[in-house]
């Protein structure tokens, strides 16, 4: 079952803030996030695994509601290199990754 | 260490004529995964293979095909291609599948 994610587009002036949303109706082991820029292949973010803690780089977290089978990325004060497609895969019991459809992120000067 | 590779970069191939991409992946790396990459529909699973064995399949018909050899090689075979197979094939690599996964640049097949 592919995770939704939510909002599908957003529009950001540089400085601001963004949450993107990725739910999964079956239980998720793991929860991974990727950024795809126009024309390149999709580049990981950060990983969240079951039972572990909320991971994130300086702007960029994330977190994982196991009971809610949903996770969050959180980008503050947003940069022009952050456009992109932001990609959630959730990771099941079975062993493969299922993406969502993405989030295209548009950040503006 | 160099990344993931992927042969061809682009292919033009016409309908029911076969195609057979290939995905090298880190040095290392035992885990690939193949995905279907359409405008609107995300990153689709195709399927996974680790130590040559395909542990894991998506819900593609039978045309999608694919083997790992010793060395952690990947190959993808598409037999009688259809209009509807046009699409970016994004191969990753990783130590094992819940881990980080490395992504290739991508073979990006259009179907005449």
């Known amino acids: 079952q592919q995770p939704v994610q939510s909002p599908q587009a957003v529009i950001l002036r540089e400085g601001e803030d963004a949450v993107i949303n990725c739910s999964s109706s079956?239980?998720?082991?793991?929860v991974h996030w990727y950024r795809q820029k126009h024309g390149e292949a999709p580049v990981f973010l950060m990983i969240?695994?079951?039972?572990?803690e909320q991971k994130g780089h300086e702007k960029i977290s994330a977190s994982f509601n196991e009971k809610k089978q949903q996770s969050s990325l959180y980008l503050t004060a947003s940069q022009l290199s952050y456009s992109g497609t932001y990609f959630c895969?959730?990771?099941?019991?079975?062993?493969?990754?299922?993406f969502g459809k993405g989030t295209k992120l548009s950040v503006k000067p | 260490k160099a990344g993931v590779t992927q042969t061809p970069r682009y292919l033009i191939k016409t309908r029911g004529q076969q195609v057979t991409l290939s995905c090298s992946p880190i040095?290392?790396?035992?885990?690939v995964s193949w995905y279907q990459q359409t405008p609107g529909q995300g990153l689709q699973f195709l399927f996974e293979?680790?130590?040559?064995?395909?542990?894991n399949k998506g819900n593609f018909p039978g045309r999608f095909s694919g083997r790992q050899f010793s060395n952690s090689r990947s190959e993808m075979n598409v037999s009688t291609l259809e209009l509807g197979d046009s699409a970016l094939y994004l191969c990753?690599?990783?130590?094992?599948?819940?881990?980080?996964?490395?992504f290739g640049p991508g073979t990006r097949l259009l179907v005449l």
């Open positions: 990753a690599s990783s130590l094992d599948w819940a881990l980080t996964q490395y």
């Open positions: 079956k239980a998720l082991y793991s």
């Open positions: 969240l695994l079951k039972g572990g």
């Open positions: 895969g959730t990771g099941g019991s079975q062993g493969n990754l299922i």
């Open positions: 040095s290392g790396h035992r885990s």
């Open positions: 293979y680790f130590s040559e064995t395909q542990r």
